[in-house]
């Protein structure tokens, strides 16, 4: 297989808690974040790299053949992606090697609610198979560098290797049934992480071995390696594949989608404590953040009828809410989460709202939540953190110097890059909107009048009649006229705040300067803070983030405005729109959708290989605005 493709491709496998396993195609790990098993010991934060892989090497008939691969300074050893035959992902990654006359064929399964990955080896012809493990042992962020504090103790008992490389780091286990194990403890010095070079980082590694495993292989007569956190001792690897493919097949039957994007919103949906659910927001790096998780919400559970997920996820939310606000996001040491989003809280009424019409769970809406959206509103209207409040007009206004609260939140040490302080346009169609559905709900004549209240001022404050669009943020006297996409929720939301003539106009804007087949430029190419690429160093990226970088999740209002605003022959639009960028699919995670873009040819996909409102914004419009 090519090896610039291979190298380019990654897959990735998750387990319900947060832990995964990801690689790139081509068997080479390219960044920090890769490893065959990366645990989360906190649902679903806490994740260490434990295994970063298995280096595996055929033999048949006396000749080698190797099947990994990995980069060095100025070499790629071994070259094993030189036998790569094919890679597929449906229910599961799958490669097939040649070894000579022989074909081996390589499938990797992620247990659902388990730190556990197994590796499934079948061969057409006898062979023997070498497999080296390589340890990391490492927090997911980090990188380690050969040490004396690792400890070089490894019992083999009955095909289980145990190692236990540092005090404070989860044990790991890899149990190669009918195998034998030769200790030859060393480090190997300087595997190198390309992608982690372009991002300006420390790229550079070194892993540890404990040895090497030899087993043979026999056809009609696979082979299961478990690696896992709990001594998987007598356990059947498959019997564990077997289980989580049904698993991932009862998934595929209950939904209205198609298997590809069934399955890549089920990566996302994750375990938090004992009985509740969450959201990861992307991968590799992020945790669960509120706003990501209460925009995902629609797509990933009511789309696909996870409809207890959505409870779960909803009341997870709704435990943690704090002086009116949901937490923007859960630090990854499990610290007290972080209270800087305007939006988070009023994406959960819109959440709550989508959640009451798929389901009709009164129940929960009313004794639960309810309550929660009251106090919200309370809170938003009396004044909370970061001076969010009411302002006189009935408007939103919210910021101080030094914090960034809407999604555009990108801080380059005390720089706010995009600080967008006092109402800015779509904060205050989610607020016109968290009003509405509230006043639903209490059946309030008092709410829906001041909701009009504040439909009245927005199309006053915020109408640019020079520009035939809406201002991005009005402070004061101050009127920002940067072309954004923040003004589609204006008619993309439940309840829109504009239509018609109006509504055209915005929607023309948008198409001329903002559209791409990958999502919504974040700004005006004609804008001087245009940056049209997303790379080179973290101020770089950072800069460029919210400031042209495209953003895949906004499709998903940009299809809802077409539907809505050009009846029939949007929805015709909006599917044609929708096919450009599923087409990522297959283009940087084979089996997800990317977290941004370049904002010019050729969009070239970048930062989240996989993310969740990118996935769940398209699996809601193909379900509401796209039947």
Request: proline residues 6%.
């Amino acid at each position: 297989m090519d090896w610039e493709k291979a190298s380019r491709l990654e897959w990735l496998e998750t387990n319900g808690l947060g832990g995964y396993a990801s690689s790139s195609v081509s068997g080479a790990n390219t960044r920090r974040y890769h490893g065959l098993l990366v645990p989360a010991v906190n649902p679903p934060i806490g994740r260490f790299v434990l295994l970063s892989k298995l280096d595996e090497r055929a033999i048949v008939g006396g000749q080698p053949f190797d099947l990994a691969s990995n980069i060095y300074p100025g070499i790629i050893h071994p070259r094993g992606f030189e036998n790569l035959v094919s890679f597929a992902r449906d229910i599961f990654p799958v490669f097939e090697f040649s070894a000579g006359a022989a074909r081996l064929r390589k499938t990797i399964a992620a247990i659902h609610n388990e730190n556990t990955t197994v590796i499934l080896y079948e061969a057409s012809m006898a062979m023997t198979l070498e497999l080296r493990p390589f340890i990391a042992g490492r927090d997911y962020h980090s990188l380690t560098t050969a040490n004396d504090a690792i400890r070089r103790d490894a019992p083999f008992d009955n095909g289980v290797l145990s190692f236990w490389p540092y005090e404070g780091v989860p044990e790991v286990h890899v149990s190669v049934p009918r195998s034998m194990f030769a200790p030859a403890p060393d480090w190997y010095y300087r595997f190198e992480y390309p992608i982690e070079q372009e991002r300006g980082l420390e790229f550079r590694e070194d892993l540890f071995t404990p040895g090497a495993f030899t087993v043979t292989l026999e056809p009609n007569s696979p082979l299961a390696v478990i690696a896992s956190t709990e001594n998987p001792r007598g356990r059947d690897g498959l019997a564990l594949v077997a289980r989580e493919q049904r698993r991932r097949e009862r998934l595929i039957e209950r939904t209205p989608l198609d298997r590809r994007l069934t399955l890549a919103a089920d990566q996302f949906i994750v375990r938090r404590g004992a009985d509740r659910r969450t959201v990861i927001a992307g991968y590799h790096w992020f945790n669960d953040w509120g706003r990501d998780t209460m925009v995902s919400l629609p797509g990933l559970c009511l789309a696909t009828h996870r409809f207890d997920d959505a409870r779960r996820i909803l009341l997870a939310f709704a435990e943690s809410v704090s002086d009116g606000m949901l937490p923007n996001y859960y630090p990854d040491a499990g610290e007290q989460p972080e209270y800087n989003s305007v939006d988070a809280a009023l994406w959960f009424f819109v959440a709550a709202k989508k959640y009451l019409e798929a389901t009709h769970d009164e129940t929960s809406v009313r004794a639960t939540l309810l309550p929660v959206l009251r106090d919200i509103v309370a809170w938003y209207e009396r004044g909370t953190r970061h001076n969010i409040h009411e302002d006189a007009d009935g408007l939103l206004i919210a910021g101080e110097p030094g914090i960034q609260l809407t999604w555009m939140d990108v801080k380059i040490g005390d720089w706010v890059v995009t600080p967008r302080w006092g109402k800015p346009v779509e904060i205050n169609a989610l607020w016109f909107n968290a009003l509405k559905i509230l006043a639903e709900l209490d059946e309030s004549a008092e709410l829906d009048s001041k909701a009009e209240r504040v439909r009245l001022a927005f199309r006053k404050v915020f109408w640019n009649e020079s520009a035939g669009c809406l201002y991005d943020v009005v402070d004061g006297g101050l009127a920002d006229a940067t072309i954004r996409p923040n003004q589609i929720f204006a008619i993309s939301l439940p309840y829109p705040l504009i239509d018609g003539v109006e509504a055209e106009s915005v929607l023309h804007v948008i198409e001329e300067r903002l559209l791409t087949p990958m999502g919504l430029r974040s700004l005006d190419p004609v804008d001087p803070r245009f940056a049209p690429v997303y790379r080179g160093s973290v101020f770089d990226r950072d800069r460029a983030y919210h400031n042209g970088t495209v953003w895949a999740w906004l499709i998903g209002p940009y299809i809802t405005a077409l539907a809505r605003v050009r009846g029939d022959a949007g929805v015709a639009a909006g599917r044609c729109a929708l096919q450009k960028v599923q087409k990522n699919l297959d283009a940087a995670c084979v089996g997800s959708i990317s977290e941004i873009f370049d904002a010019t040819e050729p969009f070239a996909p970048r930062g989240c290989i996989a993310q969740a409102w990118s996935v769940a914004e398209i699996a809601r419009v193909i379900t509401e605005d796209l039947k």
